[in-house]
């Protein structure tokens, strides 16, 4: 992969996204709010980035009315910059927990991989034409 921008990633994950890129529940996509594109996306989404600008993963519980609820991906890049690019999918009720930093490991995720994989073969397509289109 050739080096890409924060907002060359950014702008190509979020165009990507689709209900088939993500890896969330189906009461929780039910519960979001309409329209919103970054619902459920955060996994793929943090693994994605990552590809391309490495630096650390990070996770925290969510809660939803003080319950338990699921789990929140992000990134924190080498420069030391927090970037959640899903964030804005909470709802005034979900909140999240203690952050953690996680060592990802080597190769696909284990669940969640037909979501990830299409998230980042869009994301890499997304980017191959802007630099082609650049390159005219």
């Known amino acids: 992969m050739s080096e890409s921008?924060?907002?060359?990633?950014?702008?190509?994950?979020?165009?990507?996204?689709?209900?088939?890129?993500?890896?969330?529940?189906?009461?929780?996509?039910?519960?979001?709010?309409?329209g919103d594109k970054s619902r459920g996306q955060c996994g793929t989404t943090a693994l994605v980035l990552n590809d391309y600008l490495g630096?650390?993963?990070?996770?925290?519980?969510?809660?939803?009315?003080?319950q338990k609820d699921g789990v929140h991906y992000w990134n924190r890049l080498p420069d030391g910059r927090v970037v959640d690019l899903t964030?804005?999918?909470?709802?005034?009720?979900?909140?999240?927990?203690?952050s953690t930093v996680l060592n990802r490991p080597l190769?696909?995720?284990?669940?969640?991989?037909?979501q990830y994989s299409l998230l980042?073969?869009?994301?890499?397509?997304?980017l191959?034409?802007?630099?082609?289109?650049?390159d005219r």
């Open 120 to 126: 980042s073969n869009r994301v890499a397509n997304v």
């Open 5 to 34: 921008t924060l907002g060359e990633v950014t702008a190509a994950i979020a165009v990507s996204w689709s209900r088939e890129t993500c890896y969330a529940r189906d009461d929780y996509m039910e519960r979001g709010r309409f």
């Open 55 to 66: 630096g650390d993963l990070v996770v925290a519980d969510v809660f939803v009315d003080g």
């Open 87 to 98: 964030r804005e999918q909470f709802r005034s009720n979900e909140t999240l927990g203690t």
């Open 107 to 114: 190769g696909p995720p284990r669940k969640g991989l037909a």
């Open 128 to 134: 191959q034409e802007s630099r082609a289109k650049n």
